[in-house]
């Protein structure tokens, strides 16, 4: 806990808006934030390689609403689309790394 009583850490903010880690709230919000985050990725790796939103979603066979409502955190994105996005969009490959107590598997989509 933090000494001065008027200022707190942004765990703390995070426990006070949205429960602490473990509860049904926050779960929900951390796994928005996490859809949110790969959205911003997503955009920042389109805009690298100087796309528009259209380009992009010609390239992968989507529509472009589809892919300013990923970019923007709204939509869920599937793993196919996901993987469609880096390998025909960005012409990348899309790497999978699953952690489980402490083991680290790594899969090539």
């Known amino acids: 806990m933090n000494k001065n009583k ?3 850490t942004f765990d ?10 473990g509860t049904l709230t926050r779960i ?3 796994q928005r934030f996490e859809v949110f985050k790969l959205g ?4 920042e790796l389109r805009k690298k390689k100087k796309l528009t939103q259209d380009q992009l979603a010609k390239r992968c066979k989507t529509t472009k609403n589809y892919i300013f409502r990923i970019e923007n955190g709204s939509s869920d994105i599937r793993l196919s689309t996901l993987s469609r996005i880096v390998n ?3 012409g990348g490959k899309l790497k999978l790394s699953v952690e489980i107590d402490k ?4 899969f090539d989509l």
């Open 6 to 8: 008027d200022i707190t």
């Open 12 to 21: 703390e903010h995070l426990d006070q808006q949205y429960g602490k880690k």
């Open 28 to 30: 929900k919000f951390e």
């Open 40 to 43: 911003v990725i997503l955009e």
């Open 88 to 90: 025909q969009g960005f």
């Open 103 to 106: 083991k680290i598997v790594d």
